[in-house]
């Protein structure tokens, strides 16, 4: 358990440190650059924040009004059979559609049961190992006038069941 | 589609809202949620433009290049039927690289750079090539090393180990990813005799 926390928590300092370094090592002018990338990151984060208003509007008040737990116990019985909390079954779901829309459901999930809680970290990883499918396939697919993806979508969602399956195990072990 | 669950949750949420608790209580929902989502961004502001500032300097510096070179003998796995010297196979690297460091926005221009090269290359018209399915299926199973905005999130809510989550992401994005990598190349085989 140990050595997980360590290699969890070491990760983002080591990535940091390394990336520095070698910029020293090749000569960039590192304040520059890291000011080009600030500046994109903020402007990243902004121009998500209208698709957030607009999506956590709508899980704020979904939520407030009981209809999600409705939803939960219709789907509850199937989601146990493969081992899956069913308050997450929503968050699959938006995730295959929206990015933005996942982080706005994630916050309703980290409120109502904490980050800590096994749901809470069910969620953070299986956001973490799972990209938008049908934004990113239209994307791609439309940049190059594919209209037959053949078994793109199949596979895509079965990666992301599989996913969702090891999320819910891996934060049931650590 | 991402219409129809917006609509749906703000109009059944807004009529259930104000049948089992009242008018206050929908309206105040609403504009709870509006106001969470603009915390949230300037929550998330610092932390990510310090990382996209960190992740720049990986790519000015070559630190991209050098990690897209690294992954060629994989790539070559994943799409024997793109030539290693065509600029597809170039992006491809570089869409994988940059995806493995969390630069979305450096992996999608190439991601579709090599959507352009394949289509050259194999002729495509209408139907997707088989580099096409590999290359979207392992973009959406996502390959990143730090799931850095999460962690933003776990922060915000006063998670006690924000980065507990990393190795569990990283062992979870790993069979995500072999899981579309098999499904991928048994269906090839049917496809593509």
Redesign the interface.
């Known amino acids: 358990m140990n050595i997980?926390?360590s290699?969890?928590?070491g990760?983002?300092p080591v990535?940091?440190i390394s990336?520095?370094a070698?910029?020293l090592?090749?000569k960039?002018s590192?304040m520059d650059?890291?000011?080009?990338?600030?500046?994109?990151?903020?402007i990243?984060?902004?121009n998500?924040?209208p698709a957030?208003?607009?999506?956590?509007?709508?899980?704020?008040?979904?939520?407030?009004?009981?209809?999600s737990s409705v939803i939960e116990e219709i789907i509850s019985p199937i989601a146990s059979v493969f081992g899956f909390p069913a308050e997450l079954v929503p968050l699959l779901v938006?995730k295959m559609?929206?990015s933005s829309?996942a982080?706005?459901l994630?916050?309703e999930i980290?409120?109502s049961f904490?980050?800590?809680s096994y749901i809470?970290?069910t969620a953070?990883?299986?956001?973490?190992?799972?990209?938008?499918?049908?934004y990113?396939?239209s994307?791609?697919?439309n940049?190059?006038?594919?209209?037959?993806?053949?078994?793109?979508l199949?596979?895509?969602i079965?990666?992301?069941l599989?996913?969702a399956m090891?999320?819910a195990f891996?934060?049931g072990v650590? | 589609m991402l219409d129809f669950i917006w609509s749906f949750a703000i109009i059944a949420g807004t009529v259930t809202c104000f049948i089992t608790h009242g008018p206050q209580e929908a309206a105040g929902a609403i504009t709870d949620g509006a106001a969470s989502a603009v915390e949230l961004c300037i929550f998330m502001a610092g932390t990510m433009s310090f990382w996209s500032g960190i992740m720049n300097i990986a790519q000015e510096s070559g630190l991209i290049d050098n990690l897209s070179r690294r992954i060629q003998p994989v790539m070559r796995f994943l799409f024997p039927d793109v030539p290693t010297e065509s600029a597809a196979f170039k992006y491809i690297c570089v869409n994988m690289a940059a995806n493995f460091m969390g630069l979305g926005w450096a992996a999608t221009p190439a991601g579709l750079m090599a959507m352009g090269e394949l289509k050259k290359i194999h002729n495509v018209t209408n139907t997707a090539s088989r580099a096409m399915c590999m290359l979207i299926a392992v973009n959406v199973s996502s390959v990143q090393l730090l799931p850095v905005n999460i962690i933003i999130m776990r922060q915000k809510y006063l998670s006690a180990a924000p980065f507990d989550i990393v190795f569990p992401s990283i062992i979870a994005t790993s069979i995500s990813t072999f899981a579309a990598v098999a499904a991928v190349k048994m269906c090839e085989r049917r496809y593509f005799k």
């Open positions: 997980i926390d290699i969890s928590s990760l983002m990535v940091v990336v520095i070698y910029g090592i090749k960039v590192l650059s890291f000011t080009k990338g600030a500046k994109k990151g903020l990243t984060v902004f998500i924040l957030l208003t607009a999506l956590m509007c709508a899980s704020s008040v979904f939520v407030k009004s009981d209809l938006v559609f929206s829309a982080t706005g994630i916050t980290f409120s904490g980050p800590d809470g970290r953070s990883i299986m956001l973490a190992c799972t990209e938008t499918v049908f990113t396939m994307v791609y697919f940049s190059v006038n594919v209209k037959n993806t053949l078994y793109t199949r596979c895509c079965f990666s992301i599989c996913g090891a999320s891996l934060a650590m």
